[in-house]
């Protein structure tokens, strides 16, 4: 298929490439100066009020995908622009190789012992207070991060990406970074963050489920059980106080064989969580295998992306061409 049949696909793909091969930018990435940004404006426009908070993020989401928007209309005729603008913004809200690399840094940490430094390494993955926690716990935490951020850092933007091109892969992004910032259920929060944290629920609803049925597809080459996978996901998976981890972190957990869920400290509020699958604690080894299982949902998830775009591609070329002329005189 020609290229400009399918822009966005061979974007997702360049940029799902440039995310694998070299990661994150080292200096200025755009996700965390538009965290710098929001957090500046968030100083001058907080109020313990839900309506604030609604406008506040309706703000800064929608200038992001307002942004994207601008930049695809300005590309409109101009496929090979277009390509690079989705491979730059591809490669700016991915997350895998980063996800990879904590997690693997994790498992060497508590391999050789060193729970002080594991337990300041874990703030690269969740918010999670880390004070006192063992390495059973630090385990537990790392792999529920991988398993969660799987879904949030590369399943969906990947998926949105594909469904609403640059405006979705910034959009999906901004609405996920700002959850990450006011959307935890502190006494500034509460009422400030909701409307965030509801609107990145909504954005994960179809990703975390998708999320969850890659993992049972391909836990079998990370050495896992698909069927318990499934079996795991579908028991568990709305067990969990989030609508949308809870199904990756329980289908990670069926599929490796261990157990996931307990109890949590965040911000000083203690959150106890149901039971996720029914194997063992994970240890370090399991950590590395969850590793390897996230890239490749990662990889299949790309797969996933790159065949809606083209289908999205397909079901627009209908109606250009002469079909589309005829309409046009038609009417």
């Not at 490439?17 to 990661?23: L, N």
């Not at 990406?161 to 979705?168: I, N």
């Not at 996920?176 to 944290?197: I, K």
Request: with cysteine; proline share 5%.
């Amino acid at each position: 298929m020609p290229l400009r049949q399918a822009v966005t696909a061979a974007g997702l793909i360049a940029g799902y490439a440039a995310d694998a091969c070299f990661g994150d930018p080292r200096r200025g990435h755009p996700v965390a100066a538009f965290g710098t940004a929001a957090g500046q404006l968030e100083r001058w426009w907080w109020a313990d009020s839900k309506p604030r908070g609604a406008a506040y993020a309706a703000v800064c989401a929608g200038s992001a995908a307002g942004l994207g928007i601008l930049a695809e209309r300005a590309a409109r005729n101009r496929p090979g622009v277009r390509f690079v603008l989705t491979v730059a913004a591809t490669w700016a809200v991915l997350g895998g190789r980063g996800l990879a690399a904590e997690g693997r840094e994790m498992a060497r940490l508590l391999e050789s012992g060193e729970l002080p430094a594991a337990r300041q390494r874990l703030s690269h993955l969740c918010a999670r207070d880390a004070t006192g926690l063992g390495p059973a716990e630090l385990t537990r935490a790392a792999t529920e991060s991988i398993a969660e951020n799987t879904s949030d850092a590369v399943v969906a933007p990947l998926l949105w990406g594909a469904v609403a091109g640059v405006p979705g892969l910034l959009g999906y992004r901004a609405v996920n970074t700002l959850d990450a910032m006011v959307g935890y259920r502190s006494p500034r929060h509460r009422n400030f963050g909701w409307f965030a944290a509801r609107t990145d629920d909504w954005a994960n609803l179809v990703p975390a489920r998708v999320g969850a049925v890659l993992t049972a597809v391909t836990a079998p080459l990370a050495g896992g059980h698909a069927r318990s996978a499934w079996r795991a996901w579908r028991r568990d998976g709305n067990a969990h106080p989030s609508p949308n981890a809870g199904q990756v972190e329980a289908a990670f957990a069926g599929a490796l064989d261990i157990r996931l869920g307990g109890t949590n400290t965040y911000h000083g509020e203690v959150e106890r969580r149901s039971t996720l699958g029914d194997g063992r604690p994970p240890g370090a080894s399991d950590l590395r295998r969850a590793v390897r299982l996230s890239r490749l949902v990662g990889a299949a998830a790309l797969a996933v992306a790159a065949g809606i775009a083209v289908s999205r591609s397909r079901s627009a070329g209908r109606f250009t061409g002469p079909a589309a002329a005829r309409i046009t005189v038609a009417g």
